[in-house]
Each structure stands twice: as C-alpha cells, then as structure tokens.
C-alpha cells in the first residue's frame, strides 16, 4: 500500500504541492488528471524521491517503511518504478544493458522486448534519438525488467500514435496485472481479489482509460488534490466544463 | 631516397629547436646509449614475469600471440621479439630494414621532418630501432598485429622510428602500445611514425598508452591517404604521465580517402596531456572526423583538433566532449578551416560534469549513487567506432575496463 498523509513539497522555494492525502491500496490504480503546471509530474517525481522536491511537511509510507527521507535508489528497491515522460539519454549505454541492470535477477532481455517490439532497438544508447513512442516502449521495457510493485506513469500515452497506443494500453494493464485471462482454477473475481501491483498514471486525453480498468480518478489542481471519484465521470466534467468548473462542482458536492 | 648525410645535418641544426607546443624538455637529463636486451623466443616469451606480462597485456600485447598476425616487442632499445604469421604481411625491425632493403628508404623521414623539433632530430640522429609493418598489396589481415615499445631501463631516452604501409587493395589492423615498468620513475619515449595507405587500403591504428607516473613523451606521426583509402586511428590513454604532447597529422591525398581519429584520454592527477588531431582534406570526397572524450580527474589535458578543408565537396566533423569529474582541467581547442566553397565542416565541444538527471533516472532503476555515476562514465567513455573490427573493438573495451578499476 501507498499511503501520503498531507504532504507538502517545495521546488526551488516555492511550495508546489499542499496538503496531499492519497491511498491506494494493493491492486488498485488510479488515474490522476489536472492542468499543465498543477503539480502532476512534481508528486510522482516526489513519490520516486528526487531530492529536490522538498518535503517540507508530511510523510510518504510505502509497504508500511516510511520513505519520506530514503534516497531514490531505496525506493526502487522496495518496488516503486517510475515511466518518464522525458527521460534523459545516457550516451554509451546500451538499452540492453540497462534493461539488464533494472533486473535483480537474469532475464531474457530479448524476449521481454519481443513484447513490446523493441528488439531491434535494444543496442541503441538509451533513449538517443528515440521517437515518442519509442520512449514509452524504452521505459515500459524497464519497468517490466524491474517488476516494481507500484508503478508510476507521467503521460504514457503522449506522443504515441494509434497504432502503438493498444499495445502501450495493454502492456501497462499487465504490468498492472489489469488483463484477467481465463483461468481454469480461478475465478476472474478472485483473480482481481489477489493483484498486489499499484499503479498512479498521469494523463491528459484519457485515451489510456480504454485499456486499463481504472479504480479512482483524482484532480490536482493548484497543487491541491481537489477531487477524487470516478475517472470517467471526472474527465466527462473537464471536457465539458473545464478544470476549475470541474473542480468547483466537486467541492460543492462533497 | 633519403640521403644519410643531408638528414643528419637537417636533423642537427634542429637539435635545439623547441617544440611549438608543450613544456620544453631538457634530453641533456636522460641517456640515450643502447640497452642490450636478449631476443626471446616464443617459449621464453611465455616465461616473461606476470607482472611484465600484465605490463604488455594493459598495452593491449598478448605475449601468447593468440589471435595475432605478427608480433613486434623492443624493450629499451633492443628488440626482444620479431616475427609474423601471415603471408603478405611484414613485420622488420626498422634498422634491419634500412640495412637490407632499398624500398624502405623511400618511405623513411618521407612525412615527418627531422628539423620538426629537437625530439625529431634527435630520433633522426641517434634512432634505437622501431618497426616497419608492411601488408603487400590485396593482403588482407584477419587478426591484428602487436606492437609494443617497452621501457625499463632508468632514465632512458627511448628514440624510435615506426613505418606501416598498407600497399593498395590491402587491409591492416595493428594493436600497439607503450608500457613501462611498473617500477620506472624517469624516461622520455620519442616516437616516430610515418602511415602509408594506398589506394583502396585500408589501416586501423589502435594505441593504448600505459605509462608512468614520470614518464616524458612525444610522439610525432604523420599518416597518408590515397585514393578511397581509410585510416582508423584510435588514441587511448587512461594512466598517469608526467608530460604528453602530439599532435598527429593526416594529409587525405586521394579522392574520397576518410580518416576517422579517435582518442580516449584519462588524466590523472600532476599529469599533463597535450594531445590532438590535424587533418587536411585535400581532394573532393574526403571526408575526417575526430572524436574525443576526455575525463579529468585532477590532470591537465589540452584536446585539440584541427581541420582544413581545402576543396569544395569535403566533409569533416570534430567532436570534443570532456568530464571534470575531479578538478584539474580540460582545455578544448577545435579550429575549423575552409579554404573553398562547398566545404562542410562542424564542431562540437562540451565541458563539463555528469548531469545530476542522468544518475537519479538510473538510480529509480535501482542502482546506487557511485554505480549510477561509474556507469555513466563509462558510458561516455564507450564511443562507436566504425570500420573497427570485432576483435579491436574488444580490445580497446577491455584495456579501457583494465584501466577502469584504477580510476574510478
């Protein structure tokens, strides 16, 4: 389980982020939506660790460990595993290499990138001159190598075109442990009853919604966590009324 | 033909002649009479100490000649070992072949100057051996060939003098390295060399420099390139010196010859490194590029590059990118030079640290701050060279993964 309790993060000296309550607990996923600047990609960058979002009040419990002080590294460890939206290139590594080191153990690289169509890529530099689908493929290849437990994905599907938007949907739901094939032994309720992995997706457009069952959908807005129900019913009301309508209307009703 | 007495005399007026670039050396500190060593066969090669023979190894030498087309070995002055395996390739102490055969005078001081400098003249004047490394025309080598220029003897002035050609049609790789006793404080190492590519050839000059911490050292070459001809020369220097400068010179000749240089420098602390690459692009289609990565972990190194583009339809490239991972200094000095319309020419220098973004991403991937930072390093260090064979290209990898645990 994931639990924030009123989190406060200041970047660069100005507060971004006020009083965050989030949970999500084993096998959920939730979608998190907001305008450009509200803090989106700054509370999954907090959640992964990177020192220069402060904390300055707050505390982020992961697994029942309090990581609000650990290190990114430690995070990774215990099982959180970010996709960026703009990763860095790293010259000279290779990306199977580095698919390697995100693995504890020895894995087929070439067989995990036969899964998202990547093989042919794989003795590129990390991310060097890679498209914006072929990032995506790039980051969710890793996070498949990693095997994290709570998956954090700023924007997976921008800048990928429609043909490959199916295969990142799918690919995301099993890492998410979202696809529920038939099983002889085991009921589809009890499938879903059993998942462990958690997921927090930043999206804009919602196209992501169609391949990944969704548990909440929350609005960060001005930093503020504004809203939290049911991801259709929200991305319904922005498209309808805009953000600050949306976020208005929620207030009032709660 | 190179006359013997006009040379000396060019040689001794310059034997005073300070180098253009670089700190001056007094040669008076260090001795240049010969060191007689005893030739070693291939069994006796083998029965060399572990600690010489790591010694060669991190000079990119394989005393077991496995997967070797020849060997040349000189210790101080001498030649220790000599011999080659492939039909069509030569490999002759360069004295030898000045004694015996009349074509290496055609070649010899043919591209370098002895009035250069002091360092040239006194190679000129006073030459210990070196070796001349021929492939005849249409031979092509599988394996490459090993050349090592070992020092051992204290304070000794190593004065060689080296000629690879490669006759038209044909294809050479050559491995070679400098290395000294792991003991040795003083010495100065003065080399020579002069590259034949002809027609159609092609070189690939791999050197790995494993000095001293003392050790003084200048090298003066000079390549050649005919038509559609390539020169490969990779430059990889990642242990302490006290004072290194040259600035090789290629002359692409021929149409559509290629030189492609490139260098891995290292530069440990109270070291100096002056190292560059010059090349004129003198017929259309030529085309030159010069990659350097350059780390400084509290030496100096000065990267240099120069290209001078002559002619319309040329293409050249120059690539400077340096770390400062722990003081000390890089200095980047690219010059670009088009002497016609139509020339393409562009440079690219960069200095600076590793980027803070690049070891959180891989750190969110579980690694350790130092694992994140070593990998990114040797990342950079890690350049695609191509036209390299396999089997080079596992060289320079593994001399850089040798050296790699002394400096990170």
């Known amino acids: 389980m994931l639990l924030i309790e009123d989190l406060q993060v200041e970047l660069a000296g100005n507060i971004i982020l006020k009083h965050i309550d989030l949970e999500i607990k084993p096998g959920e996923t939730h979608v998190l939506f907001g305008p450009n600047g509200s803090g989106k990609t700054s509370l999954l960058m907090t959640i992964m660790g990177y020192p220069q979002y402060r904390i300055t009040n707050g505390r982020i419990v992961f697994k029942g460990v309090d990581i609000t002080e650990k290190p990114i590294n430690e995070r990774a460890r215990l099982g959180v595993g970010m996709s960026y939206q703009r990763p860095p290139t790293i010259n000279g590594l290779k990306t199977r290499q580095m698919v390697q080191f995100c693995s504890s153990r020895e894995i087929d690289v070439d067989e995990l990138a036969r899964r998202v169509n990547f093989n042919n890529l794989l003795d590129r530099d990390v991310n060097s001159g890679f498209s914006g689908g072929e990032i995506k493929r790039s980051e969710l290849l890793q996070l498949m190598a990693q095997d994290a437990d709570l998956l954090l994905f700023d924007e997976p599907e921008s800048g990928v075109d429609m043909e490959n938007i199916s295969l990142v949907g799918n690919t995301i739901a099993t890492l998410l442990q979202k696809d529920c094939e038939a099983i002889q032994n085991k009921s589809r309720l009890q499938q879903k009853r059993e998942r462990t992995k958690m997921g927090l997706i930043i999206t804009h457009t919602g196209y992501i919604l169609d391949y990944i069952p969704v548990d909440k959908g929350q609005v960060l807005y001005e930093g503020v966590l504004s809203c939290s129900t049911n991801p259709r019913e929200i991305l319904q009301c922005i498209s309808d009324f805009g953000y600050e309508e949306c976020v208005r209307c929620t207030i009032k009703t709660h | ?408």
């Open chain 2, 1 to 408: 033909m190179y006359d013997k007495d006009s040379l000396r005399e060019k040689a001794a007026k310059a034997a005073h002649k300070k180098a253009a670039i670089g700190p001056d050396i007094d040669l008076d500190e260090f001795q240049r009479s010969p060191v007689e060593h005893e030739y070693l066969d291939d069994e006796r090669l083998l029965k060399i100490s572990e600690e010489e023979k790591r010694q060669f190894l991190m000079a990119g030498v394989d005393v077991s000649k496995k997967e070797r087309m020849g060997t040349y070995l000189q210790m101080d002055t001498s030649v220790v070992h000599c011999d080659t395996k492939q039909e069509g390739i030569e490999v002759i102490p360069i004295k030898t072949a000045l004694e015996k055969y009349d074509w290496v005078q055609d070649y010899y001081w043919k591209l370098a100057s002895a009035d250069q400098d002091k360092y040239t003249a006194s190679a000129a004047l006073d030459l210990h051996n070196g070796y001349v490394i021929r492939a005849l025309p249409g031979v092509k080598t599988v394996y490459p060939i090993q050349a090592c220029l070992y020092i051992g003897k204290e304070g000794l002035q190593q004065n060689v003098h080296n000629i690879i050609i490669a006759e038209e049609d044909s294809e050479l790789h050559i491995i070679t390295g400098c290395s000294t006793s792991p003991h040795l404080k003083k010495g100065i190492h003065v080399g020579i060399s002069e590259f034949f590519i002809k027609k159609n050839a092609k070189i690939s000059f791999t050197m790995i420099h494993n000095w001293a911490e003392d050790m003084m050292v200048r090298p003066r070459s000079v390549a050649q390139v005919e038509e559609n001809g390539l020169f490969l020369n990779n430059y990889i220097c990642m242990k302490p010196v006290r004072s290194l400068q040259m600035y090789p010179t290629t002359h692409l000749v021929g149409d559509n010859a290629v030189a492609r240089l490139y260098s891995i420098i290292v530069g440990s602390p109270e070291s100096e490194y002056d190292v560059g690459g010059r090349v004129f692009l003198k017929k259309p289609g030529n085309k030159a590029e010069i990659v350097a990565r350059t780390i400084s972990n509290g030496g100096r190194i000065i990267s240099r590059g120069h290209l001078i583009g002559e002619v319309p339809d040329i293409k050249a490239h120059l690539e400077c990118k340096g770390l400062i991972l722990k003081g000390g200094l890089i200095y980047a000095v690219p010059e670009l030079e088009g002497h016609a319309d139509g020339v393409e020419m562009s440079h690219e220098a960069a200095v600076g640290k590793i980027a803070q973004e690049e070891i959180f991403y891989l750190m969110s991937r579980g690694m350790d701050e130092e694992e994140a930072t070593s990998t990114i390093v040797r990342g950079f260090l890690n350049v695609d060279i191509p036209g390299l064979p396999p089997q080079l290209k596992a060289e320079v990898d593994k001399a850089i993964e040798l050296s790699d645990k002394d400096v990170m």
